[in-house]
């Protein structure tokens, strides 16, 4: 008998989505590597993209996203993810999401780049923060869930029988206490999001290493368009100081990217200038730093109408006051940096993986929605719209016949010393990864530096395995060894697709026509 029916590793907006509504089937229990709030999901700032306005429409929305994916979306998975997005947003008021409204009483539609409606449904410039806090009050108070905070997923349990490769439990390491342990499961759920820490500038939070989507690989598990990497184009700008995102929302009420001499040029790029598709921006952004060898460029809200932003986006206008940047009179410095990973764990529109009874769900996912570079404010609106799709299938697993389970491996609770020099080593060695793929597979690539970069990363995984051996069990160890297995799949499927689209630009870039829908490892 499984300890949980179902075990979700993760606990923004898609693991706690799915816990909520699976529970109603069966005993959920969340993991997280940190507390439950420290997720991706709270970094959030713009919204959710929902068509609710009556001169919106579901084809428009369609329409914007495969646009913004260039031509790379699953089509099924955009136009159910669409379909599904108001009862998404009446499922989160349901649960005391407080989104913004106007004096009418209709709720405040924001516009944000690639959208040609307006359609981002927010609460002020921290709705994501909101969500989780709504989300977690309603995990904490249903019976049928439990919360185990400080547990790291270390390594997926899977058999193979004769109809294929199933899961049936995870191996995790208790954070405090230093032990692994096993735990059972009918089905286990990966929500663990992204691994935008495997490059040197991120707006991702520290946990953001990959966990899910490295364990799924090692676990033999299909791995799907990891080139499309996105880069968002504005984060605030400070010289050895922390990545704070920028929201495009802030874009979306006005304000212009401009150079150093406060003179506006994303005009020559796109014909929506400031709101062209974020792969265009950053790269946009970061020529014009490169042509003025300047470190950063600038946001302009100066000729906004007073107190709009602090008004609207107080969350940005204090964290830019906190270090002397008045935003009525001051530019604010930006430069990009990795924001979201477009590609992840293959699943089909179920949340099902190529492994049985594994199912991703959220940024660790690659449903198809997202092509080759994500529409704005679509990434939480799939994780609601998946996780609860993904919750409906699980209940069927209850009601069929499983495969026959084995026993649970012993545990070897293998922990040797860190000591301070090595602990130095590992910390380093993490730097170097970080700067390797910003540098060589990041926002513009080549050919040779990938190549380069596979060749420097076989080397550190090589070492690091050595140091695995002697260490044991330990967070800041694995995190790095799953931080390089994430770099190996960037660089492989960046090498295997020859041709700039999306969030993958190549300076050697073969014509547009051989573009293929699928990059699967």
Request: aromatic share 6%; charged share 20%; proline share 3%.
């Amino acid at each position: 008998m499984p300890d949980f029916e179902f075990v979700v590793l993760g606990s923004g907006i898609a693991g706690l989505t799915f816990a909520l509504q699976a529970a109603a089937h069966g005993r959920v229990l969340v993991l997280c590597k940190a507390h439950l709030s420290e997720t991706n999901t709270a970094y959030a700032q713009g919204g959710i993209a929902a068509v609710l306005d009556p001169t919106d429409s579901f084809e428009q929305h369609v329409q914007d996203t495969l646009e913004a994916g260039a031509g790379l979306c699953d089509e099924a998975a955009v136009r159910y993810m669409v379909q599904e997005a108001p009862a998404a947003i009446q499922w989160l008021q349901g649960i005391a999401v407080g989104f913004d409204e106007v004096e009418s009483g209709d709720m405040a539609l924001g516009l944000e780049g690639g959208h040609s409606r307006h359609r981002i449904v927010h609460v002020k410039d921290h709705t994501g923060r909101s969500i989780q806090q709504a989300l977690e009050a309603a995990v904490r108070r249903h019976p049928n869930i439990s919360v185990q905070e400080h547990q790291m997923g270390i390594e997926l349990l899977a058999e193979t029988s004769n109809t294929g490769t199933f899961c049936y439990g995870v191996q995790v390491l208790d954070l405090h206490t230093q032990e692994a342990r096993s735990i059972r499961a009918q089905a286990v759920v990966l929500a663990t999001g992204g691994s935008g820490q495997v490059y040197q500038y991120t707006t991702n939070p520290g946990i953001a290493t990959g966990d899910g989507l490295a364990m799924a690989a090692r676990a033999g598990a299909e791995i799907q368009n990891m080139e499309f990497f996105q880069f968002h184009p504005t984060a605030l700008y400070q010289p050895n100081g922390e990545v704070f995102l920028i929201s495009e929302a802030l874009r979306g009420a006005g304000a212009e990217l401009v150079l150093p001499d406060g003179s506006r040029f994303m005009h020559h790029y796109h014909s929506l200038g400031s709101l062209a598709p974020r792969d265009i921006v950053a790269r946009a952004v970061l020529t014009e730093m490169q042509r003025h060898q300047n470190p950063c460029l600038y946001l302009d809200v100066r000729h906004l109408p007073a107190g709009k932003v602090r008004e609207n986006f107080p969350f940005i206008y204090h964290k830019c006051a906190t270090i002397g940047i008045y935003v009525e009179n001051d530019l604010i410095p930006i430069v990009p940096a990795a924001h979201y990973q477009c590609g992840g764990v293959r699943t089909d529109l179920h949340g099902q993986t190529s492994i049985g009874r594994l199912y991703a769900i959220g940024e660790v996912a690659c449903t198809g929605v997202h092509g080759a570079n994500r529409l704005a404010s679509n990434s939480l609106l799939e994780g609601v719209v998946f996780a609860k799709r993904a919750a409906v299938h699980v209940a069927g697993l209850t009601q069929r016949q499983s495969e026959a389970v084995p026993d649970l491996p012993t545990e070897q609770n293998y922990l040797g010393v860190l000591w301070p020099g090595m602990r130095a080593e590992i910390v380093q060695t993490r730097a170097k990864v970080q700067a390797l793929l910003w540098q060589q597979a990041g926002i513009v690539r080549s050919v040779k530096g990938l190549m380069q970069c596979q060749a420097k990363i076989d080397a550190l995984q090589r070492k690091v395995k050595g140091i695995a051996c002697m260490t044991g069990l330990h967070q800041e160890v694995q995190e790095l060894q799953n931080l390089l297995t994430v770099a190996e799949l960037i660089t492989k499927a960046a090498l295997a697709r020859r041709e700039s689209v999306g969030g993958h630009f190549l300076t050697e870039a073969l014509p547009d026509e051989r573009y293929s829908l699928d990059n699967i490892v």
